[in-house]
Structure formats: structure tokens, C-alpha cells
């Protein structure tokens, strides 16, 4: 199925081997037969959670990004630890670690990849539910701050542009559906 779309790969190098990304560079056969090169970036993959409280309202994390200059409010997220790693443990270690809450209940949402064009990158979109609070514990170099938003404010601020980050997005609107469902 759809063979006539589809590129085979003939050579493969890599180009960069860092902490968090792994850039290759392969040659692929086209399907006129022709060649091309692909670069693109191999990632271990993520999983995020968006926590919501009883009365609706859910915790977003306020952080800086660096690749993009700004400060962005997203759902708590993190790498996974290894391509093994069960996402769900990921989910549940990054909520406890980003915002210090912990979940009688956590929930697979969807999984989503997040920049199709140039990387294996997929993110696991988790909803928890059941809150208590506890201390944040982030890593030594991750400055966070944990912030309350009501979901119909959150779901404005992805009308107006402040809340950007895609995984977030589709986890807002996601939950969102849920509740009105």
C-alpha cells in the first residue's frame, strides 16, 4: 500500500551524536528512481501529562525555551529515559518532578509526532486526574514555574498565540472534548 510514495533507504551516516539529539544523514531511493538526501533528527521520544484539578482548572509549567527565545507556558513533559522506557512512567516522573503532584489516575490521550520533516520524535499525551499536591523537584538545570489556568482561559490563550507549544495544544483541546463530552 502506497508503494508509490514510498523512499528506501540506501546509505545512512551519522552526523552528530549529542545528549538529546542524534542527527543522521541518509541516502534514499525515490520512487522514480531517483536519489535523494534526508537529514534528520533520531530522538528517544517524550511523554507529557496535563493535570486536572476538580473544579477543571489544570497546572501548566512556565518555562524558557531556548531554540525559540521565549518564555512558553506548556503541559509538564519530559524525554523518555530510553526508547524502552514505558511512556507512563515518564508521564507520572515528569508531573512529580515539573509540578509536584502526583495522580490516583493518569490516562493515554493520543500520541502525536511532533516535527514529521526531520525527526522519529513522538510525544505520548497523557491526562491526570486526582491531584495532590507535593514539592517540585526538577532537574538542576530546568527553571519552572508551576501555574494554575481555568481550561476556558488556556483554551483562549491558543486562539491568541500564548500558548504555542503543539503538544500542549492538542492536550488542551483534547481535554477540552473530554469534559464536554
Known amino acids: ?23 543522521r544523514k541518509d ?14 533528527i533520531r530522538h528517544s521520544g517524550a511523554s507529557s501529562v496535563i493535570p486536572v484539578l476538580p473544579d477543571g482548572s489544570i497546572i501548566l509549567v512556565r518555562q524558557y525555551r531556548y531554540p525559540i527565545d521565549q518564555v512558553t507556558l506548556e503541559v509538564p513533559a519530559g524525554k523518555l529515559d530510553s526508547p524502552e522506557e514505558d511512556p507512563l512512567v515518564c508521564a507520572e516522573r515528569e ?19 511532533t516535527t ?8 505520548h499525551l497523557y491526562v491526570a486526574r486526582g491531584l495532590t499536591p507535593g514539592k517540585q523537584h526538577t532537574d538542576e538545570d530546568e527553571f519552572i514555574n508551576v501555574v494554575k489556568v481555568p481550561l476556558a482561559e488556556a483554551l ?8 504555542i507549544d503543539a503538544k500542549s495544544v492538542v492536550s488542551i483541546l483534547m481535554v477540552s472534548q473530554q469534559l464536554k463530552g
Open 1 to 23: 500500500m502506497y508503494e508509490d510514495l514510498m523512499e528506501t533507504k540506501i546509505a545512512s551516516e551519522d552526523v552528530f551524536d549529542g545528549v538529546l539529539l542524534h542527527v
Open 27 to 40: 541516502t534514499v531511493k525515490l520512487p522514480n528512481g531517483r536519489t535523494a538526501t534526508r537529514e534528520w
Open 95 to 113: 508531573l512529580s518532578e515539573e509540578t509536584g503532584y502526583t495522580a490516583d489516575k493518569i490516562e493515554k490521550l493520543t500520541t502525536i509526532a
Open 116 to 123: 514529521v520533516g526531520f525527526s522519529n520524535e513522538r510525544i
Open 156 to 163: 483562549a490563550m491558543i486562539q491568541d498565540g500564548r500558548i
